[in-house]
């Protein structure tokens, strides 16, 4: 079983910054991208950062030049450093992995999501 374990998320004032974690644990052959998501209370989930397996990263234009996605391959873990926050950031953010798992026939890619973490910015 592979599970995606996300920490790092509270209430912080607007301006301020959070840094989330996504570990991955569990039969992995490997990962392949990572990504952060977020949904607000009413609104559909949106992409708010990638990484591929190559740290090619991308932003949704909301957070660009606010929030920073890295990755740690050697700990199966992404990060998502978020700078300057604002009230519209609050929702739940979820990690997203591409998880290669290895089975008796051969590796299988699926996407895995994690339970998610609250963030919440006051104004």
């Known amino acids: 079983q592979v599970q995606l374990v996300e920490s790092g998320g509270g209430l912080v004032q607007a301006g301020g910054s959070l840094k989330l974690s996504c570990t991955a644990s569990?039969?992995?052959?490997?990962?392949?991208?990572m990504g952060w998501y977020r949904q607000a209370p009413g609104k559909q989930r949106e992409l708010v950062a990638t990484i591929t397996g190559s740290s090619t990263t991308t932003y949704a234009d909301s957070v660009k030049d606010r929030f920073a996605i890295s990755r740690d391959n050697a700990k199966n873990t992404v990060y998502l450093q978020m700078s300057r926050l604002k009230p519209e950031d609050t929702a739940v953010y979820y990690c997203?992995?591409?998880?290669?798992?290895?089975?008796?026939?051969?590796?299988?890619?699926?996407?895995?999501w994690g339970q998610g973490t609250q963030v919440t910015v006051s104004s």
């Open positions: 997203n992995a591409q998880i290669w798992v290895p089975l008796t026939t051969g590796p299988l890619s699926r996407s895995f």
């Open positions: 569990g039969k992995i052959f490997t990962i392949g991208a």
